[in-house]
């Protein structure tokens, strides 16, 4: 791994790197165990995929924003370690797949070129912030939300809050009122508002999809800009604190706020402000890079088809509230597509425009500031591609995530599924071209990554039992989810579950009779008004399973007998000592205090001495076989089982000791003397251990 070394020009990023590389090593070896290793590398952007050996590699790109020299570093990266195919995700990401562990610091590294990075891409941790792709351009915003979605990525990538969390963290911003940034699905959402002159959002909280989606809460209808970051930083420590560790299915901030209520939360965010290290954090929206225009004047083409070309103008040309310029949406089917066309893209839209792609939330490539003149130009060389597909954004423009492909938790393919229904719409219902209020979404499991339980009709895979025990693959069709605007929302119905196969059946019954019977009407309206047990009764039909033939038994896009499995994980490390590995990180958690206190980070070192306190009470109490679910809990049952029952003694609880986070002011004294805290706690813990083995 020495060979990067010298190449990686920021310090941070080179540690991080050798870290990673460590880390792998030390895996292989066996000195840590594989729960823990998954925990690290998922926190760099490393995932396992559903065939063993190799790696699916999630690239951070903030808001979606990507520049031509990013976009040909991603394929120059590909190129080398992957197969050269980029799959575009619903959170403005592009993951790569099979690709070899031992290379994936060298893969970072080459990234890094570009600033470009893997960190916290995946895992519990603060995940990559989104934007409505239009923003900066959109005609009816108040302001442009990029600086400031720029701002919040970059005060987080790092922050030692939320490295650990108890899952991970979703954050959003829209542009306008329209939210099409999706604040009502995300833990923090924010929607761009001005109020009496001044720049702010509007908030909402604990909103996500999944088995069990909810709705987000309003917690402020109005948040002065300069408050945005204080207040993550707020909601982020207590969420880490109070949030669900050890059931995954509770682990997310929508259960916190159900369990709590509102008010308790906005309590608990009051109790945290001592600690939170900035009061206001303006950002600069004026230093924000201003955007260049290309001034090459493109050659006069001949358009071959006209009626393609207008049909394509109709559904695919974005208005800009620039004079003079339009952006250019390309519908990338199902997210994927090839580095040979990436690479002259980056070069398109170098030349030609301005030097940027947006990813959008429904997998697409959205091409801002391309002059009006060169539209017919862009059309053609977009076609030599295969990129001028009419339709960006409207009813055949399917959302669905790689399902049984690659992923681990796929039940059932979601992308055979997406390309068969799209075939449907193009070749039976070419009326709905132009459609945008129809949106149909797909996820391989009821985990919500191609978003169904939000879209207007929704499948998910799951699978089907007959009398007989024999298993297929099946779809749980999802109705009535919308969009309102301004944080407003409605989640779709569980309406009837079908085999795959009667996926396309399905699609034409609800099509065929929303034709018929809406009188124009919005297709979530129309829904409403006619309730979950009319499509029951519309669909209940489909769902019989004692005649299937032997083609229901085999997935779309697949040739094989259709098994329900759970793709193959990592090889398991050798069985360690699970106190020793967490007394281990108590050490790794002050040496990383230490650190930030040289740094003068005062804030992050009180929290990674807070860390390796919480961590070192953790392993006693797993030690003794006592749940450890949140933070709050291990502070509390520390205090009941070791230190009011006398078997470990402090000057004062537990829970005092611990809590000196949020009473004390983030000073350098108080860091300096808090890791003096973690140290003398770890050493009574590691005392009290060894005494208790050897009585045992």
């Given at each position: 791994?020495?060979?990067?070394?010298?190449?990686?020009?920021?310090?941070?990023?080179?540690?991080?790197?050798?870290?990673?590389?460590?880390?792998?090593?030390?895996?292989?070896?066996?000195?840590?165990?594989?729960?823990?290793?998954?925990?690290?590398?998922?926190?760099?952007?490393?995932?396992?995929?559903?065939?063993?050996?190799?790696?699916?590699?999630?690239?951070?790109?903030?808001?979606?924003?990507?520049?031509?020299?990013?976009?040909?570093?991603?394929?120059?990266?590909?190129?080398?370690?992957?197969?050269?195919?980029?799959?575009?995700?619903?959170?403005?990401?592009?993951?790569?797949?099979?690709?070899?562990?031992?290379?994936?610091?060298?893969?970072?590294?080459?990234?890094?070129?570009?600033?470009?990075?893997?960190?916290?891409?995946?895992?519990?941790?603060?995940?990559?912030?989104?934007?409505?792709?239009?923003?900066?351009i959109d005609v009816d915003e108040p302001f442009d939300v990029s600086p400031y979605a720029h701002g919040l990525f970059e005060y987080m990538l790092r922050n030692p809050i939320s490295q650990e969390l108890g899952r991970k963290f979703k954050v959003s911003f829209s542009a306008t009122a329209e939210d099409t940034g999706l604040s009502y699905m995300h833990d923090l959402g924010f929607i761009a508002k001005i109020e009496n002159g001044v720049v702010g959002f509007k908030v909402m909280l604990a909103g996500g999809l999944g088995s069990q989606p909810r709705l987000a809460e309003e917690l402020y209808s109005f948040l002065p800009s300069d408050q945005i970051i204080p207040l993550i930083e707020a909601v982020v420590r207590v969420f880490d604190r109070y949030g669900?560790?050890?059931?995954?299915?509770?682990?997310?901030?929508?259960?916190?706020?159900?369990?709590?209520?509102?008010?308790?939360?906005?309590?608990?965010?009051?109790?945290?402000?001592?600690?939170?290290?900035?009061?206001?954090?303006?950002?600069?929206?004026?230093?924000?890079?201003?955007?260049?225009?290309?001034?090459?004047?493109?050659?006069?083409?001949?358009?071959?088809?006209?009626?393609?070309?207008?049909?394509?103008?109709?559904?695919?040309?974005?208005?800009?509230?620039?004079?003079?310029?339009?952006?250019?949406?390309?519908?990338?089917?199902?997210?994927?597509?090839?580095?040979?066309?990436?690479?002259?893209?980056?070069?398109?839209?170098?030349?030609?425009?301005?030097?940027?792609?947006?990813?959008?939330?429904?997998?697409?490539?959205?091409?801002?500031?391309?002059?009006?003149?060169?539209?017919?130009?862009?059309?053609?060389?977009?076609?030599?591609?295969?990129?001028?597909?009419?339709?960006?954004?409207?009813?055949?423009?399917?959302?669905?995530?790689?399902?049984?492909?690659?992923?681990?938790?796929?039940?059932?393919?979601?992308?055979?599924?997406?390309?068969?229904?799209?075939r449907v719409l193009n070749a039976e219902y070419p009326q709905y071209a132009n459609n945008s209020d129809v949106v149909i979404k797909i996820s391989g499991c009821m985990n919500a990554c191609g978003q169904h339980n939000m879209a207007n009709i929704g499948f998910q895979g799951m699978s089907v039992r007959t009398k007989d025990k024999l298993v297929a693959p099946a779809l749980q069709?999802?109705?009535?989810?919308?969009?309102?605007?301004?944080?407003?929302?409605?989640?779709?119905?569980?309406?009837?579950?079908?085999?795959?196969?009667?996926?396309?059946?399905?699609?034409?019954?609800?099509?065929?009779?929303?034709?018929?019977?809406?009188?124009?009407?919005?297709?979530?309206?129309?829904?409403?008004?006619?309730?979950?047990?009319?499509?029951?009764?519309?669909?209940?039909?489909?769902?019989?399973?004692?005649?299937?033939?032997?083609?229901?038994?085999?997935?779309?896009?697949?040739?094989?007998?259709?098994?329900?499995?759970?793709?193959?994980?990592?090889?398991?490390?050798?069985?360690?000592?699970?106190?020793?590995?967490?007394?281990?990180?108590?050490?790794?958690?002050?040496?990383?205090?230490?650190?930030?206190?040289?740094?003068?980070?005062?804030?992050?070192?009180?929290?990674?001495?807070?860390?390796?306190?919480?961590?070192?009470?953790?392993?006693?109490?797993?030690?003794?076989?006592?749940?450890?679910?949140?933070?709050?809990?291990?502070?509390?049952?520390?205090?009941?089982?070791?230190?009011?029952?006398?078997?470990?003694?402090?000057?004062?609880?537990?829970?005092?000791?611990?809590?000196?986070?949020?009473?004390?002011?983030?000073?350098?004294?108080?860091?300096?003397?808090?890791?003096?805290?973690?140290?003398?706690?770890?050493?009574?813990?590691?005392?009290?251990?060894?005494?208790?083995?050897?009585?045992?």
């Amino acid at each position: 791994m020495q060979s990067f070394r010298t190449e990686i020009e920021n310090p941070v990023v080179e540690k991080e790197i050798l870290e990673l590389a460590n880390k792998i090593q030390e895996f292989k070896d066996g000195k840590i165990d594989e729960e823990k290793f998954r925990s690290l590398r998922l926190a760099r952007g490393v995932y396992g995929q559903r065939q063993e050996g190799v790696q699916m590699i999630r690239i951070k790109l903030p808001y979606g924003k990507v520049s031509s020299n990013q976009l040909r570093r991603i394929c120059d990266v590909s190129e080398e370690y992957s197969t050269g195919r980029l799959h575009i995700t619903t959170r403005q990401d592009i993951q790569i797949h099979y690709v070899d562990l031992n290379r994936t610091p060298e893969l970072w590294s080459e990234l890094d070129k570009d600033s470009i990075t893997l960190r916290e891409a995946c895992g519990n941790t603060v995940r990559n912030v989104t934007a409505s792709e239009t923003a900066g351009i959109d005609v009816d915003e108040p302001f442009d939300v990029s600086p400031y979605a720029h701002g919040l990525f970059e005060y987080m990538l790092r922050n030692p809050i939320s490295q650990e969390l108890g899952r991970k963290f979703k954050v959003s911003f829209s542009a306008t009122a329209e939210d099409t940034g999706l604040s009502y699905m995300h833990d923090l959402g924010f929607i761009a508002k001005i109020e009496n002159g001044v720049v702010g959002f509007k908030v909402m909280l604990a909103g996500g999809l999944g088995s069990q989606p909810r709705l987000a809460e309003e917690l402020y209808s109005f948040l002065p800009s300069d408050q945005i970051i204080p207040l993550i930083e707020a909601v982020v420590r207590v969420f880490d604190r109070y949030g669900e560790r050890k059931s995954r299915a509770k682990a997310r901030m929508k259960f916190l706020l159900k369990d709590i209520g509102l008010d308790a939360f906005k309590e608990l965010l009051a109790a945290e402000q001592k600690a939170v290290p900035v009061k206001t954090y303006p950002i600069d929206a004026a230093a924000y890079p201003e955007v260049k225009v290309a001034e090459a004047t493109a050659p006069e083409v001949t358009i071959a088809d006209q009626k393609a070309f207008e049909t394509w103008k109709s559904t695919n040309i974005v208005p800009q509230k620039q004079a003079g310029y339009v952006a250019i949406g390309i519908k990338v089917n199902l997210g994927d597509f090839y580095i040979d066309k990436a690479r002259l893209l980056a070069d398109l839209v170098e030349k030609y425009a301005a030097s940027e792609i947006r990813l959008s939330l429904r997998q697409n490539i959205l091409v801002p500031y391309v002059k009006e003149e060169l539209v017919p130009f862009f059309y053609t060389e977009l076609e030599k591609l295969g990129f001028a597909t009419a339709g960006y954004n409207k009813i055949s423009d399917i959302t669905a995530c790689p399902g049984t492909d690659t992923c681990n938790l796929g039940i059932a393919s979601s992308t055979g599924i997406s390309d068969e229904l799209e075939r449907v719409l193009n070749a039976e219902y070419p009326q709905y071209a132009n459609n945008s209020d129809v949106v149909i979404k797909i996820s391989g499991c009821m985990n919500a990554c191609g978003q169904h339980n939000m879209a207007n009709i929704g499948f998910q895979g799951m699978s089907v039992r007959t009398k007989d025990k024999l298993v297929a693959p099946a779809l749980q069709v999802l109705l009535g989810g919308g969009n309102f605007g301004n944080g407003k929302a409605r989640f779709a119905d569980k309406v009837v579950k079908v085999p795959s196969k009667r996926g396309p059946e399905a699609l034409r019954v609800i099509l065929d009779d929303f034709e018929a019977n809406a009188n124009g009407a919005k297709f979530v309206d129309y829904y409403v008004e006619k309730g979950e047990h009319y499509f029951y009764d519309l669909l209940t039909h489909l769902s019989d399973v004692e005649d299937l033939k032997a083609e229901d038994f085999i997935d779309w896009g697949s040739t094989a007998k259709y098994e329900k499995a759970i793709g193959i994980g990592e090889c398991a490390g050798v069985i360690i000592d699970l106190i020793a590995t967490l007394f281990f990180e108590s050490e790794e958690k002050i040496q990383n205090a230490e650190e930030t206190l040289k740094e003068g980070k005062f804030a992050a070192s009180i929290y990674h001495s807070y860390s390796s306190i919480v961590n070192s009470a953790k392993a006693l109490l797993l030690a003794a076989k006592k749940k450890t679910n949140t933070h709050a809990k291990i502070i509390t049952d520390f205090d009941t089982n070791f230190v009011a029952s006398g078997k470990l003694s402090l000057d004062t609880s537990f829970e005092e000791f611990a809590l000196q986070i949020n009473k004390e002011e983030p000073t350098e004294a108080f860091a300096k003397r808090h890791i003096e805290d973690a140290k003398n706690f770890l050493k009574k813990v590691e005392a009290y251990r060894k005494q208790d083995l050897i009585e045992a």
